[in-house]
């Protein structure tokens, strides 16, 4: 069984992470959506938030062959527990590119075995960003189209209250 892991921070998911996880459903078998719960950040919405909106969101869309899932510390040893041969990453701009790229040197130098396949964003979706609806949540503009349709009403009403 192929088995794929996209992670992230997810705060909040959206639909540019939607796009990127679809086109991974169709590569593999099972696909973990997996929250960064990372102290340092410090993220809008808990881990656990995260998650529900991941399940929610799966839920919504019918993706049989994905499921969620939360990690800190190292995410190639999260990756080997849930027996992933590879990671999954969404690129947008060269500034992603120049990230991953040294993300990946460090998942290689720790766990070779295990590979990074990224996909690219699509043109609709290449300039958003979890911090793009934080800020225009909090400006109270309108999020919708940018977040999956099952959590807007959550987001909307979290960014309003910050
Ligand atoms: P991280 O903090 O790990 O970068 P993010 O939640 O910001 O977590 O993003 C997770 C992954 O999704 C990253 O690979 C990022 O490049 C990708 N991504 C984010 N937004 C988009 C988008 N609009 N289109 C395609 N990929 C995206």
Not at 55 to 73: H, K, P, T, Y
Request: glycine residues 8%; proline residues 4%; negative net charge.
């Amino acid at each position: 069984m192929k088995i794929g892991v996209y992670p992230g921070s997810f705060d909040p998911f959206t639909v540019g992470h939607l796009d990127v996880l679809k086109s991974a459903v169709s590569l593999f078998d099972l696909v973990y959506v997996a929250v960064l719960n990372n102290s340092e950040k410090d993220p809008v919405f808990t881990a656990a938030e995260r998650v529900d909106m991941i399940d929610r969101m799966i839920e919504a869309e019918g993706l049989q062959n994905v499921r969620s899932g939360m990690f800190d510390g190292l995410l190639v040893r999260y990756a080997a527990q849930v027996g992933a041969s590879h990671i999954i990453r969404g690129l947008r701009a060269i500034t992603d590119f120049e990230y991953e790229f040294q993300i990946d040197a460090v998942n290689r130098h720790l766990m070779n075995e295990i590979r990074t396949v990224y996909f690219m964003a699509s043109p609709s979706h290449s300039f958003l960003s979890s911090s793009k609806v934080k800020e225009i949540g909090r400006f109270g503009g309108s999020i919708e189209g940018l977040v999956p349709p099952c959590n807007e009403n959550f987001i909307r009403e979290r960014l309003a209250r910050q």
